[in-house]
């Protein structure tokens, strides 16, 4: 045998063994943690203080990582904020930060810990994940020293990092990534001067990585989807819930159906804040989810995924929509007001119909039969084309059927979580100028729809069958990333006021 001949007999076996070793299916775990708080103060603690609030977190953290371990589970997420929860300011928060290095220097922390100076939190996760043969996905801080020979040095020498970072079965650090698209007060971390596109392989896929509010833009999320071409998505968050559109459970599914990835969303428990909301998210429909402002306990949710999901057809979002005529309401539409956007409405009058309302270059068609029409419930549907400028700036275009508040249409947009009428069926399409639109459908008391709805190839998303109990909202959400302003740049002054 020729060394050539030699060489390629390994190639194909190495090539064997891999596709032997690789996994069709996996065991996904997220965990909602109802995280402990560290006392009220922006005087810094001291470092062993803050680590006893860490470990705090970490012991409850622990019982779920362990638990999902023994179900079978090949990864856990858990949220942003979990091992040592928020309100801090710059100052305050620096005992609780450790640094943490590149993944590509090759270090289980579990088996090396003061290889990089004092880092118990990195140490302790380690552990976690070598003895219980779980990757593990936590949130933590980071610290980076810096100088004056960098302009952009933060003036206390040192940039603050906003972090997730994932360690492997054995314990290895393999993925480190920064938040990019910090949230309004969240002073206390430094972006990163460019966005991070983070992702690791596994027996059981590709995954990428980004944080809470990263959702939102085009950098780092939508770039690992469409350049990267993850499988699954690893989203640490502390989210909280704005109705109608922005509920975890119904944004994040909407996310994982509109870009054809699996989603792993771990989301704070912490009801007074409106923060409860995880799932597991497959691109066809989601397959695990929690929501409960009712108790103060944490949940761990889990299920099987695809390892590579199949690919989604391509959905054109306009097709369906662009031929249709548009008929004349005359003054029958009114403006009403969802989370400081204002929104075209119009009223569904009858117990079916077809309705089109229209804002600049932005068309929403309906096609809808109720069970029947209360006479104590009124439903509109509306439009918006616009940037959105409280709490971010970022372009939307949106289509929404939606329950009002009351039968005033005034409270038409204002949040609400019960309703009584069901739908026979739905078809909601839109003019949309992106390929990026996110398919949303909410029922009373603030659940999902698996299975009972779909989108077609023309940009129409469709009831399969009667709806499973009554609709908040079905709503297509679309972003035009190319129309943004500046993701940090906050215009309207009320945003100061939030």
């Known amino acids: ?262 989603f792993l969303a771990s989301n704070l428990h912490y009801p007074s804040k409106k923060m409860t909301g995880s799932g597991i998210y497959a691109p066809d429909s989601p397959r695990a989810f929690h929501y409960d402002m009712k108790t103060e306990e944490g949940k761990l949710l889990l299920s099987q995924l695809a390892s590579h999901p199949h690919p989604t057809a391509v959905v054109n979002w306009t097709s369906y929509a662009s031929g249709i005529e548009a008929p004349s309401r005359g003054n029958q539409e009114f403006k009403g007001i969802i989370f400081f956007d204002e929104f075209t409405f119009l009223e569904l009058k009858g117990v079916a119909g077809n309705y089109t309302v229209c804002q600049k270059d932005l068309c929403c068609h309906l096609s809808y039969r109720m069970s029947e029409k209360r006479s104590d419930e009124v439903y509109v549907l509306g439009a918006f084309d616009g940037l959105h400028t409280v709490e971010g700036s970022y372009y939307l275009q949106i289509c929404t059927l939606l329950k009002c508040k009351t039968t005033d249409l005034h409270t038409c947009g204002d949040s609400v979580e019960t309703a009584s009428t069901r739908f026979e069926m739905f078809s909601l399409s839109g003019t949309f100028e992106t390929q990026y639109v996110f398919p949303e459908v909410l029922l009373s008391e603030i659940q999902l729809a698996p299975g009972e709805f779909q989108v077609s190839s023309d940009g129409r998303l469709c009831s399969q069958k009667p709806l499973s109990g009554p609709i908040l909202t079905v709503t297509l959400f679309g972003r035009l990333y190319e129309k943004d302003s500046s993701p940090n740049a906050f215009s309207d002054p009320m945003a100061q006021i939030i």
Not at 60 to 79: C, D, M, R, Y
Not at 178 to 189: A, P, S
Request: net charge negative; aromatic share 12%; proline share 7%.
């Open 1 to 262: 045998m020729t060394m050539s001949q030699l060489l390629d007999h390994v190639a194909i076996l190495f090539f064997c063994v891999l596709k032997a070793s690789s996994l069709h299916t996996f065991t996904a775990a997220v965990y909602e943690h109802a995280v402990i708080l560290p006392n009220a103060t922006l005087i810094p603690v001291s470092h062993e203080e803050a680590l006893l609030l860490i470990n705090q977190n970490l012991d409850l953290l622990e019982g779920a990582i362990t638990s999902a371990s023994k179900q079978g589970a090949h990864i856990i997420v858990t949220p942003e904020d979990g091992i040592y929860g928020f309100n801090f300011s710059r100052e305050s928060i620096y005992p609780y930060l450790e640094d943490i290095p590149d993944p590509q220097v090759n270090w289980i922390p579990c088996n090396n810990p003061n290889r990089f100076g004092r880092t118990p939190v990195q140490e302790r996760l380690s552990c976690l994940a070598k003895d219980n043969s779980i990757y593990i996905m936590a949130n933590i801080g980071d610290k980076k020293p810096c100088n004056t020979s960098d302009p952009h040095c933060p003036p206390d020498g040192r940039y603050q990092y906003n972090t997730d970072v994932v360690f492997d079965s054995e314990g290895k650090l393999v993925a480190r990534y920064h938040k990019q698209n910090l949230f309004l007060g969240e002073d206390e971390f430094n972006a990163p001067k460019e966005p991070e596109v983070v992702t690791f392989n596994t027996t059981f896929g590709k995954f990428g990585i980004f944080t809470c509010f990263d959702i939102l833009f085009h950098d780092p999320a939508v770039t690992l989807v469409k350049d990267f071409h993850v499988d699954t998505i690893l989203f640490p968050t502390a989210w909280m819930n704005v109705l109608p559109h922005l509920s975890a459970i119904e944004f994040h599914s909407a996310w994982a159906m509109g870009m054809g990835v699996n």
